[in-house]
């Protein structure tokens, strides 16, 4: 397809959805469009294609984090797309077995048991935090309060009982699965359908830890100290490690994703690693010239402007805008666009002053009022 689609469009599904609902999107999508399901349908390949790869982008924290930050440009070469023949374009094969099993009542090359059992990275939560222009610039440490699954401090994430722990299925015989046989158009087809006894673990829990009623977790309130690097942007994310919800069968906890919200500032504005301000100055300091005192996140800076200096001019100071990031001290500059004040609210005095002042000057003081006098003037005889 020449033009991408958005992801969140293609699975049908809103940006803030959970992984357990991009997986559910995906699975149902996946069933529709499967090509096998669908041999009059022509598009059906294509669809399927274009679902693969959207979830492939969207259940992976990282490719997901990029995509809503930069879009396609940000998992060209990540986000799968491969075709059938190279691993069906980027699909996680162990959600086509489960896909293949309800097509078919369970099996798609076996292991559902194992794939539960093996250990499983838990899920990745976000939060958000609100820094002030300066706290961005250079870097800060917060704190965050965030709600997180831990394994139990009692049963330690067994789910079971102190003194018990699970036992072997006697329905499935800790395999997870029961076989059966199902004739078929096409003849007979032995099959794996999950054991609805223990659900495809192996394992039952006759007695539950009464701590977390036999999930293994809890939910608790967690603070967490976050470092905040120099030269974050406003709707960036900051990625802490190891902080997100527990894994599972021993696997490695989520990550936390804190989005960065930049609190407006009254002086500067930025873009990128830029900083730009606006300030006023006199009518008299602009025609004769002066050095004046500029803003700067590093404190008041002395700036000299030339005589004659214009509304509007714009000054580079070098070196004194945003950090950038990992840059060993490089900065971006600061940018300040002097803005003449006209006097107003003249004494008698004052305006006699100016008045001679008037007298005393001539074109020659004024080149964009000779220049536009011109222009008028060669418009009009034409």
Known sequence: MADKRDYYEVLGIDK???????????????????????KDNPDAAEKFKEVGEAY???????????????????????????????????FDMGDLG????????????????????APQKGRDIRAHIDLTFEEAAFGCT?????????????????????????????????????????????GQIQTNTTCPECR???????????????AGKNRKSDKITINIPAGVDDGQSVRVRTKGDAGENGGPNGDLYVTISIKRHPIFERDEYDVYVEMPISFVQAALGADIEVP??????????????????????????????SSNGQRGDQYVTVLVETPKNLTPKQREALMKFADETNDKNYNQQKKWSSKIKDYFNK
Not at 27 to 32: E, P, T
Not at 74 to 85: A, L, P, R, S, W
Not at 201 to 212: D, F, H, Q, S, Y
Request: include cysteine; proline fraction near 4%.
């Open 56 to 90: 492939s982008v969207l259940s992976d924290a990282d490719k997901k984090a990029r995509y809503d930050q930069f879009g396609h440009a940000g998992v060209d070469g990540n986000g799968g797309g491969g075709g059938f023949g190279g691993g069906f374009g980027g």
């Open 200 to 214: 495809g673990k192996g394992t039952v829990i006759k007695e539950r830890c009464p701590a977390c009623q036999g």
């Open 142 to 186: 917060k704190e965050v309060r965030v709600s997180r699954l831990e394994n139990c401090d009692t049963c330690g994430g067994s789910g079971a009982k102190v003194g018990t722990k699970a036992e072997t299925c006697s329905r499935c015989g800790g395999r997870g699965q029961i076989r059966s046989v199902q004739n078929t158009p096409f």
């Open 16 to 38: 803030g959805a959970s992984a357990e609902d991009i997986k559910k999107a995906y699975r149902k999508l996946a069933k529709q469009y499967h090509p096998d399901l669908n």
């Open 296 to 325: 700067t996140l590093d404190g008041k800076k002395t700036h000299t402007i030339p005589e004659g200096t214009q509304s509007g001019t714009k000054f580079r100071l070098k070196g004194l805008g945003i950090p950038y990031p």
């Open 98 to 117: 489960d896909i293949f099993g309800s097509f078919f009542g369970g099996g798609f090359g076996g292991g559902g048991q194992s794939r539960r059992n």
